[in-house]
């Protein structure tokens, strides 16, 4: 178990350019999760996958934001025309079926729109 | 909807004092209640959780939280403060039985004085 990883750790991009990300979780987690987390606030949720299939996403999550988990085993999080307002930290998170099961967090990406 | 309450921006506290840190949830069904404690530039690490049963429950570090269903609370303590559980507390929260979403507060500061 070498824990939920996140690449890159730091993205420092101009407004419009187009930014992805990348979360690796737990092998044996079936539920990956993505969240954004600004300065002063506990995260927020962005949406959720069951294996590859995206079941509950945010309004949060823009039309420019999209994600994916193509097979079933490590996420991508992709945002379109980036906007001052998308810098922050996105985390990613993966967890057992069991609603009760603790997620386990990656370290994070944080993004810096300028 | 649900949400979670932390109504301390900011807990000091001496070295080898008791700690609280407050949480108050709000959710239609029954709870499930988590905390988390992030370190600077870390993603957020688990430390306890109350599922169902005894509404003391124990966790890492020397860490518990009470559980309290009238007063729909579920307060973060310890006995004796180290300087090292300086971090950010937040506390979260799912529904049992509906939404596989989780609610995070928006975290208190802990500073532990030597």
């Known amino acids: 178990d070498t824990g939920v990883s996140q690449d890159p750790r730091h993205k420092i991009t101009k407004r419009g350019q187009n930014v992805t990300f990348r979360c690796d979780p737990i092998?044996?987690?079936?539920?990956l999760y993505w969240y954004r987390q600004t300065l002063g606030q506990g995260p927020e949720f962005l949406t959720y996958f069951q294996n590859e299939a995206q079941l509950e996403k945010s309004r949060l999550l823009s039309d420019r934001f999209s994600a994916e988990r193509p097979k079933g085993s490590f996420s991508t999080l992709e945002i379109q025309r980036t906007e001052q307002g998308d810098s922050a930290m996105y985390l990613c998170?993966?967890?057992?079926?069991?609603?009760?099961?603790?997620?386990?967090f990656g370290p994070g990406t944080r993004l810096t729109v300028t | 909807a649900q949400s979670v309450a932390q109504p301390e921006d900011q807990v000091n506290v001496a070295e080898g004092n008791p700690l609280t840190v407050k949480c108050t949830y709000s959710v239609s069904g029954n709870p499930y209640l988590f905390w988390y404690v992030q370190y600077p530039n870390r993603g957020l690490q688990f430390l306890l959780k109350y599922i169902t049963g005894d509404n003391l429950v124990k966790g890492s570090y020397g860490f518990e939280a009470e559980f309290n269903k009238s007063q729909t609370s579920f307060h973060l303590k310890k006995p004796s403060a180290l300087v090292s559980d300086s971090a950010l507390y937040f506390c979260?929260?799912?529904?049992?039985?509906?939404?596989?979403?989780?609610?995070f507060g928006t975290g208190t500061k802990l500073q532990v004085i030597p």
């Open positions: 998170a993966s967890s057992g079926t069991d609603p009760s099961y603790e997620q386990y």
């Open positions: 092998s044996e987690h079936n539920r």
């Open positions: 979260a929260v799912r529904d049992a039985g509906g939404y596989q979403k989780v609610t």
